[in-house]
């Protein structure tokens, strides 16, 4: 079979035609992406927005693209309003992936241990994936206890960790008490586990329970 030539006017024509459609997708994928990274406040790296194919081929050179609805904190699909001279407005689908930095575990973590800062570090994702608890800043862990087994690689919630117990329940405890520049030492009995500034009741020798807070691993406080 011989092959069909075209005539040069017409393959010039198509490839003109599908250069002017490459650019109309282009400005309305920007106009699109601009008006979402306004409505969120966050830049072109935190955010990843795609149109659907279909909604790609728009004859509009100059589109203006505004947002019927609030974008989703957590991204996901939106619906965006095109107008161009001339048409009716109409609207096209869009997928929002906001990304969001969030803590993970560089090695397994055991229930109960402490909390440090070369266990973690932070990795980057789609806020959609990830739960509402998730921890986002290192500092939010570090120095507490965690509550259950964490394995390398897995992410913190707010639950995943708790502050240290340094006092346990029923553990023997020097009770300081203070006032305007005197303080006694009694002994006392920890009826309470407790954290770091936390308030437990204690047990004095003479029987007496009173609140106190807790001030370090063997030493609580009550005021005078």
Not at 22 to 43: E, F, K, M, P, Y
Not at 142 to 157: E, F, M, P, S, V
Request: aromatic content about 2%; glycine content about 8%; some cysteine.
């Amino acid at each position: 079979m011989m092959p069909i030539k075209l005539p040069w006017k017409a393959i010039l024509a198509c490839s003109m035609l599908t250069s002017a459609s490459h650019v109309q997708a282009s400005v309305l994928d920007d106009a699109v992406r601009g008006t979402i990274l306004q409505a969120l406040n966050r830049s072109d790296e935190q955010v990843k927005v795609s149109i659907d194919q279909r909604d790609q081929q728009a004859d509009c050179e100059a589109p203006n693209a505004t947002l019927p609805y609030p974008v989703p904190e957590r991204g996901g699909r939106i619906s965006v309003s095109i107008l161009c001279d001339g048409q009716a407005p109409r609207y096209i689908q869009a997928s929002v992936s906001i990304l969001t930095p969030y803590v993970v575990s560089t090695r397994d973590i055991a229930p109960g241990e402490l909390v440090t800062a070369s266990m973690l570090r932070q990795a980057t994702g789609d806020r959609a994936s990830l739960p509402n608890t998730v921890l986002t800043d290192p500092s939010a862990a570090i120095g507490l206890q965690t509550t259950r087994r964490i394995k390398a690689g897995g992410y913190l919630q707010a639950n995943s960790v708790k502050a240290q117990v340094l006092i346990a329940r029923n553990a023997r405890v020097n009770v300081v008490a203070s006032g305007k520049g005197f303080s006694v030492r009694h002994d006392g009995t920890a009826l309470d586990a407790g954290t770091q500034n936390g308030e437990i009741r204690v047990r004095l020798l003479g029987g007496s329970i009173v609140k106190a807070t807790v001030l370090d691993k063997n030493t609580v406080t009550i005021p005078l």
